[in-house]
């Protein structure tokens, strides 16, 4: 008999629905929540735990909660002990879309290491991320915390996620159990509303929403989070079929998910529900379907005993579920050592550690996307330039954490202004020029859980004014515009994706100067700038890239860094585009790009063009970079064979760069219509001025597979059409055939 087998057998039902229970606590810990770990009737506990300074109060607080598990309750079960760390700890490191920007795998584990350093130093054990959800709709603000909207390169981030947030060893007490979320296509929300449902077919799950969770569980994940969403017609905590995918790791509710089914009208698997208490009725049915661990819905532990009574769930049901929470925390070590991960001197110096600084301020930089850079304004040549830094983001130390930024301390974040001011020789102008919003209702929401957006009184005419006139007297303007930490994250989702109207209000007034202005942009989501693209110079999509974004920012104003960032979704001229994804497939009809009006069976919109404004991949740097053409190993292949695709890069510009090369696959004729490309490898590659260097791809059938309508995993004979290149619209292509 294995240990967790003695131990269950030892359990009371109340101690077995106790694990299953995971609930928040603030600090002080309030004598109620004491009292029920001291009875065994909680599992784990979230959030909270380390919210009581920005400094280093957590792990002696842990370890305090710990001591009532391990010390004063009955059967002395450690607690797993969550928080929400998205994009670091204390030092807040770039949203995840942004770091999914850098392309490189080495960037994503090593801010996952980091923020498991700090998480597990503040006594936490388990983090909710990874979020994994592929997303199409950047008017959803949940947009921020993915990898973007392509699933080989999510899958390849969210496995990189998992090595650095769990490490080799899970039981490590520098590594923390990650928690992929939230399963499954919470991204494909209707009309990027949050909280909403999605119809996705099942081919469409397989194989654009699944990937990254397939490529997390192989790396190991430790647990898994259900989304709010009904997909299909059944909300993911009841979907039996879904969360079979999952087994073997730890499943649990996303926060008060169980009850809030009552409000999507679900019954029981046969369209009832128990009038007099349909909690009952959907605890049963969530655990039935494979959710092991109820957050904050309070129906497993309150309502399972009359379920199991009344014969609607079995204790073999039950069991299974608290045997994932002990497994659980017996692979984080918890039973061997509760209090590895409270440890008051490990705190003392991995908190705010000055390494992990550098390399937030490095991440931060690579996260970051030239878009635009019309007559190389940029790189800035510092010595002797006066620059005008104008825009309600630029003296902003609270809204570039960003969204989940909880722990982050915006005294010890760089501002942009910060970070201009400290190049030698530039003399520094600044202005606000604008507020971030105007409106007082969005003000609100925006300030929900603090002050983070500030309204200047006074009349936004007097504000451009004085704006425009530091512009004048000053070589360059840069102009850092954008949105509120909190117009993406959860609940933030917005119909309208371009700038707020008083800040492109004061952009169109700073380029009516004639001053060359850079446009630094501040955003969680790809935001709509068709006019602002047509007629700003330079523009930086900067995301929001945590503690050390202004320095950041300025590394690459200046030409410390160069610009490496590439685009990990499309973003659309008008909202009216989305959805929208380069791997779109084409039509019977498929138009011109220009919507030829003598064609109308070319038409897409009459109103604007249907081609993005900037394509998936898309990005620009301070050197450029040759393409050889491509060459294969062989134009025939038959099943077994590996393809190597090579082609020759050259760094052609004056300065040393990273390039990343991008390879997309397209099968132009199958048993169904396919995507009209499909990203299938890349490589991130750094050349110095006129250095050469061959980049190879391989494949094989297997990265040709797709998932058919009836849900088979096949690939199918013919013609590929393969093709290299720096975004997803610019390929040179060779075509292959592959026989079975
Ligand atoms: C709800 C969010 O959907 C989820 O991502 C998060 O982890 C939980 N709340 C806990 O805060």
Redesign the pocket.
Known sequence: MTFIDDLLARMTLEEKLGQLNLVTATLPLPEDRAADIRAGKIGGL??GLVDCSFGVGGPDAAREIQAIAVEQSRLGIPLLLAY?VIHGHQTVLPIPLALSCSWNLGHVETAARIAAREATACGLNWV?SP?LDICRDPRWGRIAEGAGEDPYLGARIAEAMVRGLQGADLADPESVMA?I??FIAYGAAEGGRDYNNADVSPARLADVYLPPFRAALEAGAGSA?MS?AAVNGVPSHADADHLRLLDGVLRVS??NAIPEMIAHGLGDEHGGIDADDPLQTLSERALRAGVQMD?MGHGFASRLPAALAAGRVSQAEIDAACRAVLEAKARLGLFDDPFGRCDQARAARNLLAPEYRVAARQLAADSCVLLKNAGDLLPLAAPGLSVAVVGPLADDAWNILGPWSFQGDPASAVTVLDGIHAVPGVTVHHARGANLVEDRRMLDLLNFAGPKVTLDPRPPAEMVAEAVAVAEAADVVVAVLGEAAEMSG?AASRMDIGLPPGQRVLLEALHATGKPVVLVLLHGRPLTLPWEAEHIPAILATWFGGCETGNAIADLLFGLRNPCGRLTTTWPRHVGQVPLAYDRATTGRPGSRDNDPGKYTTRCYLDGASEPLFPFGFGLGYTRFAYGPPAASASQLGPDDTLTVSLSVTNTGARSGEEVVQMYVTDPVASVVRPGKQLKGFEKIVLAPGETRTVRFRLTTRDLEFHTPRGDRVWEPGRFVIGIGPDSDTLQTLTVHWRR
Do not use: I, R, V
């Open positions: 979230l959030g929400d909710f979020m928690c979320k939230h989070m709010f996303d926060f957050m959860e």
